[in-house]
């Protein structure tokens, strides 16, 4: 199984992206569902996570960034509003199963002042 990742780009500061992560088949025994990004000379950061009872994010998205699933379509989404310059970064999914851990190839989000 792959998680293939989609719909960064380049935005204006104040606008919206919605990223995707499509996994090629079903994945069994799913713990957790995040994005993380990774700013240049940064080390990746968590941004949001899912679970099967509760999803969180880091303060600085808390407000601006939703995490959703659509079962259906095994693909995880990232909807992000009011976007800032410091929210400039590639961005991975990630699942974690009681197995192993799957990572997307990361989508770059570029947001201009």
């Known amino acids: 199984v792959q998680l293939q990742a989609s719909g960064g780009g380049l935005v204006q500061a104040g606008g919206s992206l919605r990223l995707s992560c499509a996994a090629s088949g079903s994945i069994a025994g799913i713990k957790a569902m995040r994005w993380y990004r990774q700013a240049p000379g940064k080390e990746r950061e968590w941004v949001a996570v899912?679970?099967?009872?509760?999803?969180n994010y880091s303060d600085s998205v808390k407000g601006r960034f939703t995490i959703s699933r659509d079962r259906a379509k095994k693909t995880v989404y990232l909807q992000m509003n009011s976007l800032e310059p410091e929210d400039t970064a590639v961005y991975y999914c990630?699942?974690?199963?009681?197995?192993?851990?799957?990572w997307g190839q990361g989508t770059q989000v570029t947001v201009s002042s």
């Open positions: 899912m679970t099967s009872g509760t999803i």
């Open positions: 990630n699942v974690a199963t009681v197995y192993r851990e799957y």
